[in-house]
Nanobody, 124 residues
Framework: VQLQASGGGLVQAGGSLRLSCAAS????????IAWFCQAPGKEREFVAT????????YYTDSVKGRFTVSKNIRENTVYLQMNSLKPEDTAVYYC??????????????????WGQGTQVTVSS
């Protein structure tokens, strides 16, 4: 499966962005698709994912209540709505796909398909 992430940009603190991850070349429903971020000098970190069989969503603690992950099966796309953005949210955001267990949702090594990343910059 190929992934194409888009929607990043420069926004002031408190603003919003919506990231999109378009999947192609695979059976969308077979994959768990997640969002990760990587800030300069830091490791890639889990942000959010949505269960491939239902709409259960999982978030890292720092984004709960601010970010919302959703999917459109007809469009083979997963979205990340980012509200109340903070300067510490600045990073390259990647979408990733994999066939994995529920216990591995936040494990970067459990995903074997990655998009190219989209830069999110939040100014103070």
């Amino acid at each position: 499966v190929q992934l194409q992430a888009s929607g990043g940009g420069l926004v002031q603190a408190g603003g919003s962005l919506r990231l999109s991850c378009a999947a192609s070349g695979g059976t969308f429903r077979s994959y768990t698709i997640a969002w990760f971020c990587q800030a300069p000098g830091k490791e890639r970190e889990f942000v959010a994912t949505i269960n491939r069989n239902n709409n259960n969503a999982y978030y890292t603690d720092s984004v709960k209540g601010r970010f919302t992950v959703s999917k459109n099966i007809r469009e083979n796309t997963v979205y990340l709505q980012m509200n109340s953005l903070k300067p510490e949210d600045t990073a390259v955001y990647y979408c990733a796909a994999g066939r994995l267990l529920l216990s591995s949702l936040s494990d970067v090594n459990a995903y074997n398909h990655w998009g190219q990343g989209t830069q999110v910059t939040v100014s103070s």
